[in-house]
T-cell receptor, first 111, second 113 residues
Framework: GQQVMQIPQYQHVQEGEDFTTYCNSSTTLSNIQWYKQRPGGHPVFLIQ?????EVKKQKRLTFQFGEAKKNSSLHITATQTTDVGTYFC???????????FGTGTRLKVLA | ETGVTQTPRHLVMGMTNKKSLKCEQHLGHNAMYWYKQSAKKPLELMFVYNFKEQTENNSVPSRFSPECPNSSHLFLHLHTLQPEDSALYLC????????????FGPGTRLTVL
């Protein structure tokens, strides 16, 4: 069945360093969404990308949707302690339209 | 904050107990979801309801029984659970359509003794 894997599973960075998480789907996605879950919290929607090769920015966060619409990335520039949490990608399979979450990347930022 | 509330926030139950989790959304959405989140597993979609009709059941054991009386309320009835069912149970809602952006509730932290 369809799988959406994220790498890395865990990442520890020093405050001020950059961070990237990659989201890879086994099938083509019609859209990609990113969520952030703070420790002890629940996932909160960040952004959606729809077009092939699309890039969107939110302050220090840069989101990219791959040309083949099978992968995506989230890049954080100059991490801060407030960036701590787990980042999930999610999207609809283009064929089945089934909505599936990625495995998540847990980010820890060391002050 | 998100328009989706869940009660209780924490629940401890024995394996022979029967309990129910409640979810209510105030966003006017027509789709509601139950997810299970364990410590070492990704978000697992359990059930999906669209316009009160169950449209997805991802091979969930029968000891979990969902109920959706209307588009704003969703329940998860629990009975004879196992310790491995201990997890965070998240409810979400969305407006069915092109994006299905999920709006999550705060979750119920369930511990099965």
């Amino acid at each position: 069945g369809q799988q959406v894997m994220q790498i890395p599973q865990y990442q520890h960075v020093q405050e001020g360093e950059d961070f990237t998480t990659y989201c890879n789907s086994s099938t083509t996605l019609s859209n990609i969404q990113w969520y952030k879950q703070r420790p002890g919290g629940h996932p909160v929607f960040l952004i959606q990308l729809v077009k092939s090769g699309e890039v969107k920015k939110q302050k220090r966060l840069t989101f990219q949707f791959g040309e083949a619409k099978k992968n995506s990335s989230l890049h954080i520039t100059a991490t801060q302690t407030t960036d701590v949490g787990t980042y999930f990608c999610a999207g609809h399979d283009s064929g089945t339209y089934k909505y599936i979450f990625g495995t998540g990347t847990r980010l820890k930022v060391l002050a | 904050e998100t328009g989706v509330t869940q009660t209780p926030r924490h629940l401890v139950m024995g394996m022979t107990n029967k309990k129910s989790l409640k979810c209510e959304q105030h966003l006017g959405h027509n789709a509601m979801y139950w997810y299970k989140q364990s410590a070492k597993k990704p978000l697992e979609l359990m059930f999906v309801y669209n316009f009160k009709e169950q449209t997805e059941n991802n091979s969930v054991p029968s000891r979990f029984s969902p109920e959706c009386p209307n588009s704003s309320h969703l329940f998860l009835h629990l009975h004879t659970l196992q310790p491995e069912d201990s997890a965070l149970y998240l409810c979400a809602s969305s407006q069915p359509g092109a994006t299905d952006t999920q709006y999550f509730g705060p979750g119920t932290r369930l511990t099965v003794l």
